[in-house]
């Protein structure tokens, strides 16, 4: 049945313009990213004439411009479109898991357990997350992306969990799983087998949202200092050390990156209230 209803979904999703053109834009910037080193014409890294090819406006030679080491925008660009979405997507799968796995427990086991672990949840949504992430980016100093990785996605599964143990608490008591448990199943087996693959529509929903969120907030914080280090390439600090060198005049240092992460925010928002639309059938027919 449930895989029925997805791939019901999945056709509902595609004929919706929304979906396709986010998708389209999303997989086009995915394949960009990791085809970066076969796309990129120059290193991203490379200064290729730090006197007289630096601060270059868009040109032939240079379609995006330089900056002011002479490194070429464009490369750089591709190189940090592998950066930011693989920091997105991977962040985003670290908190869907983690919140799911709490979400169901508390909901499942409800009582004390699930009142201690909501009141412990309540605690960590207490602390606003980007002064928790600065914070501790700030302390631990070169982190590294596997650590901004780890971070952001062990910060951003409250939400997730919330939502899963909604879900959870509103068919724990229904016919199907009272059945379950009549035929002998474990507690684990029921929440494995016969809960879980019921709310995984709505965690969707959620991942597709975050990960836009992430790649604003991944991008906030190489603003900032405190995630991406150059000279590793992200759309955060490539817009740092446009605004940061005080070069107001070298627009396109800013507007490249800073249409990148419009353009996939935009993208992962537009997707995921069409993934939304297409996994709730109370909407079908309402909207094109």
Do not use: K
């Amino acid at each position: 049945m449930i895989g029925i209803a997805l791939r019901h979904a999945g056709r509902r999703l595609l004929r919706d313009r929304r979906a396709r053109v986010a998708l389209a834009l999303l997989v086009a910037l995915a394949l960009l990213g990791l085809l970066a080193p076969l796309l990129a014409p120059f290193d991203p890294a490379a200064q290729i004439d730090v006197v007289g090819a630096a601060r270059r406006p868009p040109s032939l030679a240079h379609p995006f411009g330089t900056d002011d080491y002479s490194r070429d925008v464009l490369s750089r660009l591709l190189h940090g479109a592998r950066t930011s979405l693989s920091i997105a997507v991977l962040a985003v799968a670290i908190a869907a898991t983690v919140g799911t796995a709490y979400g169901a427990i508390a909901g499942y086991a409800g009582g004390v357990v699930d009142t201690v672990m909501m009141r412990l949840l309540d605690g960590l949504l207490a602390i606003p997350r980007l002064i928790l992430l600065v914070g501790v980016l700030a302390v631990r100093g070169d982190a590294g992306v596997g650590s901004l990785i780890l971070l952001l996605g062990l910060t951003g599964w409250f939400g997730v969990s919330r939502l899963v143990r909604a879900e959870v608490l509103s068919m724990r008591e229904r016919e199907f799983v009272a059945a379950a448990r009549a035929l002998g199943a474990s507690g684990p087996r029921v929440l494995l087998v016969h809960l879980l693959p019921n709310v995984l529509a709505p965690v969707l929903v959620a991942a597709t949202l975050g990960a836009g969120n992430v790649v604003v907030l991944e991008a906030g914080l190489s603003y900032l200092g405190v995630g991406v280090r150059p000279p590793d390439p992200s759309w955060g600090n490539m817009i740092l050390e446009a605004i940061g060198g005080g070069h107001v005049q070298l627009w396109w240092l800013a507007l490249f990156p800073g249409l990148c992460i419009l353009a996939t925010t935009l993208a992962f928002t537009a997707l995921g209230d069409a993934l939304r639309d297409a996994l709730d059938p109370r909407t079908e027919g309402t909207r094109e």
